[in-house]
């Protein structure tokens, strides 16, 4: 449905309410705290499983800390399996885990995963880093994705080998600690990046309901529900290394950490060559005060910056949404939906015994597998306008195709019930505006649209002024007048008037073509005195220099130098090709003749 003018204001209003809203405001966004919704696997070949094959747990050995370890880092380096970064997979892992959980009606006004709200948190005190993100909304939910950008593909492409190593340092630090036993050798550890375990978890900010994902490193044996991260630094020797470290790590281990509900983070301290001397445990809350108190970055500022733009994407959404012809899409839809609704008319079981289909499955034309191939079809796969409509109008029509289609209803009346009636996107054709009102009839008030000759502005939707929009030879406000180069042939139609048909309307050495409304005149062919077309078969007379020749199948104009008779013409034709065989002859191969 179109905007209102009205209601493009208030969203207009809202935005800029938000955009000059006090930003340090001592009120603190609620964030509540996670609750996990389940749990899902990737494997080795990153394909999706809704189990906890993948979930990892802390090492008896290494619950406490410890000052003194040696954990060489470089081990299994040689066969470390990368994960392919180039092949973004973006919400697939994720919308796998919601359809397998059968989570139709989700009461959710995001989804997305823990990394993308992570970045936007920092945003606020990290502007290094640019993000691309896209937001689809489906039903009343909107889905965030983050795609990939020309800077972190090229940062990518440039990492050195000593910046994988460093990489590589993290995940071998992950196997140490979810390992029991002695890690000594290369053999020992294999490591596959492709392989991670998820968890789900469903939160509020303010008065948004937020389901978000991302990978954990481990649990607890003691309490499963408990998660781990685990993390690697460089060892810190000094206070500017610490102050470093509490400034741009541990606030974004704080970030990662407190979006989804873990409770501490463990941290590896490495030397240049590799060898964790010393492993930390760090509880989230203890993160943040710690980053906290040595910067001057505030939590609270990075939670309203999330919530502002939490809340700058909904308007933005909801203005698309407004501005958007909803009418035009739902009658596609509907067109769409009669079309796939003709096509199977002529389909059937596929079984191979009618009769015993018939009989024990029901008619197929009512049948729910009948509805599902037509759904399945309607829409294109980067039609994205009529997949957006299909899913605001998907339960409607199942609901017609069970309680109403099965009473004998036509498809036609569709239009009428869901893009009128129901969602009221648009009006009866003969109707405009917001209000549906008539459409501007004929000066004779006998409820004859626009003369028969025009149509309505907005005719049939929510919008347009009820002015008639003639069409080509009438005109006047109920397109009861006929155009200039128009003229009456009966009381009510306007006729073109030919102009070609009087004389002299073009110079003689020109033609005339008609055109509705109007003529032009066009220049004959050099060889026409005279013409009725562009080339020198059209011609009524020829030029000065010129004859009519009807040796050809077609009567043409001509050079005078063409001899008219058969025999003299195929002379001349012969002696002429010759002279221009010789020429080329003479001018390129000179040895020929």
Sequence with gaps: MASSPKKSKSLIDEVEKISSSDFFSPNTPKYH??????????????????????????????????????????????????????????????????????????????????????????????????????ALKYKDTMYLCELPTEYHQKKRENKTSQEHLWCYYGYSFEKFMITDDSLVKDEDVKINNNEGWCVCVETNVDEFHIILAGEVDCVSKADDKELIELKTNKI????????SFATYKLKKWWAQSFLLGVSKVIAGFRDDSGYVRQVKTYKTREILTIAQQVSNWRASLSM?????????????????????????????????FGEQYVITSRSMYEGGDADWELKKLGSYRNSEL???????????????????????????????WLNEHS???????????????????CCLFGHYGRDCLPCNVSKENDLTICSHHGTCNGNGTRSGTSQCECEVGYNGTWCELCSMGYHKINEFDCEDIDECQSRNVCASNEFCENSAGSYKCAKCHESCSSCKGLSNKDCLQCAEGYHLNHLDENIECVEDDI???NENLANYRFNRYYCLFQHICCSYFPFVV
């Design 407 to 425: 009473h004998g209803s036509n498809w036609k009346q569709l239009d009428a019930r869901l893009c009128v009636t129901n969602k009221q996107y």
């Design 370 to 400: 009948r509805f599902i191939e037509i759904s399945e079809n309607i829409c294109e796969s980067k039609d994205y306008d009529c997949h957006s409509m299909y899913s605001i109008m998907e339960e409607l029509l199942e609901d017609w």
């Design 304 to 336: 309203r910056f999330l919530l502002r733009f939490l809340r700058l994407i909904n308007i933005c959404a909801e203005l698309f949404v407004s501005s958007t012809d909803h009418c035009s899409s739902c009658r596609k839809l509907v067109k769409r």
């Design 563 to 565: 001899p008219s008779d």
């Design 33 to 134: 705290k996670p609750v996990i919704k389940g749990a899902f696997s990737i494997d080795g070949n990153r394909s999706f499983h809704l189990d906890n094959s993948q979930r990892s747990f802390l090492a008896n050995r290494y619950s406490c800390d410890s000052a003194e370890v040696n954990f060489n880092l470089n081990l299994g380096f040689s066969t470390f399996v990368q994960r392919d970064e180039t092949n973004p997979e973006y919400l697939k892992h994720l919308i796998s885990f919601i359809m397998a959980m059968n989570m139709k009606d989700i009461n959710a006004d995001f989804i997305c995963w823990r990394g993308l709200l992570t970045k936007i948190l920092l945003t606020y005190c990290e502007k290094t880093e640019p993000w691309e993100i896209v």
């Design 236 to 243: 810190i020797r000094n206070e500017r290394m610490f102050k």
